[in-house]
């Protein structure tokens, strides 16, 4: 029961953030790190994803208003940061603009082979706040469960990846 709870969760997750389309409101950005940086002003999230299988493929990071119209929905995110996987211990670090201070919600994909297609037997994923994952909410934990508050400066938070 937990593995199926666990593969229909990455089955919604990686369909979600693999579906989002080129026409998105939202921007691609580089992990610019000096934005998180003890000087920097923000608002921006310093998010620190843990628990890498692997140090292959590729990962995808990516902020949403945590709203339930835009929370997840295809096209809602706001920012994305994809790019290779590159752990140091099994985590990396990625600094996540938001426009201003309020709630919003981060998901991240690791796409171990980096082939842009879901594999739940390999790929792994999370939520800010790392709410569980069940076969009742097909693996969409809702807003409520993610949402986070981003402050003025830089705010913390840290997810730890899944995998079946």
């Known amino acids: 029961m937990v593995m199926l709870k666990v593969a229909m969760g990455f089955m919604s997750a990686a369909a979600l ?8 409101h939202g921007q691609e950005i580089s992990n610019d790190l000096d934005r998180c940086a ?9 998010v620190d994803v843990r628990g890498f299988a692997a140090a292959t493929g590729k990962v995808r990071v990516q902020s949403y208003p945590a ?5 997840l929905a295809k096209g809602e995110w706001l920012n994305r940061i994809e790019t290779a996987v590159r752990p140091s211990e099994g985590a990396m670090r990625f600094c996540m603009p938001v426009p201003q201070p309020g709630r919003y919600g981060i998901a991240v994909r690791h796409d171990r082979d980096g082939n842009g297609k879901t594999d739940i037997s390999r790929d792994g994923g999370g939520f800010s706040n790392n709410p569980s994952i069940s076969i009742f909410n097909l693996g969409k934990p809702g807003v409520e469960k993610a949402a986070f508050y981003a402050g003025p400066g830089v705010t913390k938070i840290t997810i730890n990846l899944k995998y079946m």
């Open 38 to 46: 003890p000087q920097a002003k923000g608002p921006a999230v310093l």
């Open 67 to 71: 709203t339930r119209d835009a929370w």
């Open 17 to 24: 953030l693999a579906s989002a389309p080129a026409m998105a």
